[in-house]
């Protein structure tokens, strides 16, 4: 099994920024791709970005350009870096990780809120 522990989360202003973090422990050396969840309050939990072992990212319609997916493999951590934030970003931010081709972790999930 793979567990994982996010960090980072909070308040920001719109056009500020943030990084979350989310470190994999566990059966990491089995892990396929790593990557980012969010779910804002009545809407259904959606891809934000996920990396591959190969090195392919998959991002959102609406991150492209403002959000950046990276992987530190001698720490088995994987970050997000948010950029030009707006309000419609404010959700529960999820880890994700796919290990051993079938299986899949969650995170606990970390709040992002984005107001003035």
């Known amino acids: 099994q793979v567990q994982l522990v996010e960090s980072g989360g909070g308040l920001v202003q719109p056009g500020g920024s943030l990084r979350l973090s989310c470190a994999a422990s566990g059966s990491s050396l089995s892990i396929n791709a790593m990557g980012w969840y969010r779910q804002a309050p009545g809407k259904q939990r959606e891809l934000v970005a996920l990396?591959?072992?190969?090195?392919?990212?998959n991002y959102a319609d609406s991150v492209k350009g403002r959000f950046t997916i990276s992987r530190d493999n001698t720490k088995n951590t994987v970050h997000l870096q948010m950029n030009s934030l707006k309000p419609e970003d404010t959700a529960v931010y999820y880890c994700?990780?796919?290990?051993?081709?079938?299986?899949?972790?969650w995170g606990q999930g970390t709040q992002v809120t984005v107001s003035s």
């Open positions: 990396l591959s072992n190969t090195g392919s990212t």
């Open positions: 994700y990780a796919q290990y051993s081709n079938v299986f899949g972790s």
